[in-house]
């Protein structure tokens, strides 16, 4: 029986991602450099990126700065973006059905729980598990074991909703059943491993989950 729905949060509940590699787009902008944005991209949703996104400056070139400039770009792009499509009716069936309702992000408390307070999320949520709480990261299944102990909860009583293949492999590391949603910085990754994949939280109908993984 299902009694607990675990959502990511950065791609998931607010498109962050797409903030956050359009705010380096910015600053190479603004200094006349190229940006390999597809390259980027392709790292999204990772605990760790692939490629060094300050290169094309130079050896020579201020980091701290460029890394100043690209957060006050980021924090003004996200503080403009709105709760993605059906997370809020998908958390509020779940209150009205009883389940636990909690978070498992890569990203700190400040950041995830300061986004939920302005849109009005925050106090929908049980419990808040992120970076700072655990050991490592995803892609490893700390984040999900430590919300899962807090509801006293086994995986299979659990759906997780992730937008990355590392989101949906520290998911079914801990054992948890997977529901893929794709947004436009990860809809090239492998989600193969997900139980299910929608386009849309919008399109998840919460009776039509909990039958699904009754068993």
């Not at 990203?107 to 009005?120: A, N």
């Amino acid at each position: 029986m299902i009694r607990a729905l675990i959502l990511d949060f950065d791609g998931l509940v607010l498109d962050t991602e797409t903030a956050f590699i359009e705010s380096y787009g910015d600053v190479h902008a603004a200094h006349g450099v190229p940006f390999d944005r597809a390259l980027f991209t392709r790292s999204a949703g990772h605990a760790d990126f692939s490629f060094d996104p300050w290169r094309s400056f130079g050896p020579a070139a201020d980091r701290e700065r460029l890394e100043a400039e690209r957060a006050a770009s980021n924090r003004a792009r996200s503080e403009g973006k709105p709760v993605l499509p059906g997370v809020a009716s998908l958390v509020d069936h779940a209150q009205a059905a009883g389940l636990r309702i909690g978070i498992a992000s890569n990203s700190g408390h400040q950041h995830v729980e300061g986004h939920l307070r302005r849109l009005g999320l925050l106090a929908r949520f049980d419990f808040i598990a992120c970076r700072e709480d655990v050991a490592s990261p995803k892609p490893e299944p700390d984040l999900y074991r430590l919300v899962l102990n807090e509801f006293g909860l086994s995986g299979w009583e659990a759906i997780a909703f992730e937008d990355s293949l590392t989101g949906i492999i520290a998911a079914k590391r801990a054992g948890l059943w997977v529901v893929a949603v794709p947004n436009p910085s990860t809809g090239h990754h492998d989600l193969s491993n997900a139980d299910l994949r929608v386009a849309s939280l919008a399109d998840c109908r919460l009776p039509e989950l909990m039958a699904r993984f009754a068993a």
